[in-house]
């Protein structure tokens, strides 16, 4: 279909497609091991089921309640090891534990996620406008920080869930000031953390517009866009974390966008400061 906001690539999806699908050989997990906070439901549940179908050996499935994990690791397939641990991504001590009963891994996807309750910045509550920059910032510093130790030493990826619309001027998306200045500060902690270690990958990606809790709790309408299948952003984010995907590292992403197409314009996206937080018209070549 034809892009209904600006895009990178002609074609715009809205449900899974071949080029990523997880079943792809070339997409194939044996033998690794995928960490997946946010894991109880929605976008997160989807993702693991994904890594599951494209062979992944083991999936940690990390989240605030035990029920919603336990239905997690119900949905997956026998084949694949699947633990779970209730945590909160803001605390050192409840990572800490989790990180000493996985042990070494392979894919971390960050999907614990907050929005705050839509208000001006004058009119917000302070403790719930501050949530949000506990889960997405120090939540995603916190995540990064107590599992970066235990990466696979030859090669590691990391992808974090954001929101795209961080782009948007603040006019199109009033009372998200917390939600979206949140979720800013999470895109360049993945772009330093790009920057930092080279046999680490690290990506944002803005999964589309899914109807998730978060996306209700916005304020978003189902009818302003056409809605996204969550297949699409749980597939993506298996082909992210693929070798394929490799040009990407340090950008955020839209999992709207054709993946081959995205793969025609690799050179250019490398050699420039393209899908990364910075200041517009501010014109810097790197």
Avoid: C
């Avoid at 009119?123 to 920059?133: G, L, R, Y």
């Avoid at 795209?164 to 360049?188: D, E, F, R, W």
Wanted: no cysteine; charged share 15%.
């Amino acid at each position: 279909m034809q892009p209904p906001l600006p895009s990178p690539t002609p074609s715009w999806r809205n449900d899974t497609y071949t080029a990523i699908s997880p079943t792809r050989p070339e997409l194939n997990a044996s033998g690794k091991t995928i960490i997946i906070t946010g894991a109880g439901s929605g976008i997160g549940r989807e993702t693991a089921t994904a890594f599951a179908a494209a062979g992944a050996a083991r999936i940690a499935l990390l989240g605030r309640t035990e029920a919603s994990l336990k239905e997690t690791a119900a949905a997956l397939p026998s084949s694949v090891s699947t633990s779970s641990h209730v945590v909160d991504v803001t605390s050192e001590e409840s990572l800490a534990k989790a990180t000493g009963v996985i042990g070494t891994w392979d894919v971390l996807v960050l999907g614990a996620g907050h929005v705050s309750t839509p208000s001006s910045i004058a009119d917000s509550n302070f403790a719930e406008f501050w949530q949000s920059f506990e889960t997405n910032a120090k939540g995603t510093y916190a995540s990064l920080h107590a599992f970066l130790p235990t990466a696979n030493a030859t090669h590691a990826a990391v992808i974090a869930v954001t929101t795209g619309t961080t782009a948007l001027p603040a006019t199109m998306v009033p009372g998200l000031s917390a939600y979206m200045s949140s979720k800013l500060a999470q895109t360049k902690l993945i772009e330093f953390l790009a920057a930092e270690h080279s046999n680490l990958f690290a990506a944002t990606l803005h999964p589309g517009m899914v109807e998730t809790g978060i996306f209700t709790k916005s304020g978003a309408k189902a009818e302003a866009l056409p809605m996204d299948k969550v297949q699409l952003p749980a597939h993506f984010t298996v082909w992210l974390a693929s070798p394929e995907a490799a040009f990407l590292n340090g950008r955020s992403v839209w999992a709207n966008w054709d993946v081959d197409e995205l793969k025609a314009k690799a050179e250019a996206i490398q050699q420039s400061q393209l899908f990364t937080a910075g200041i517009n018209g501010w014109p810097f070549t790197p």
